[in-house]
């Protein structure tokens, strides 16, 4: 059972490095799903959308920059 504990946490680290940069884009891209069509804001709903993204991206960059 440990043998496949230890299988199951090297495939999850395979994809999923850092599990608080996958569930902030997982958490960004509900609200955005959510939020987004409700501020009705046309053709800026991508740059926000993208940008939203970035944010993410650049806080997980400098949160490892720091390790």
Request: aromatic share 12%; net charge positive.
């Amino acid at each position: 059972m440990n043998g496949l504990r230890t299988a199951l946490s090297e495939l999850w680290g395979l994809f999923v490095e850092d599990g608080r940069y996958a569930l902030a884009i997982v958490v960004w891209l509900l609200l955005a799903w959510r939020v987004l069509p409700w501020l009705r804001l046309g053709e800026w709903s991508a740059p926000v959308f993208a940008a939203g993204l970035l944010a993410i991206l650049v806080e997980s960059v400098l949160r490892r920059a720091r390790h």
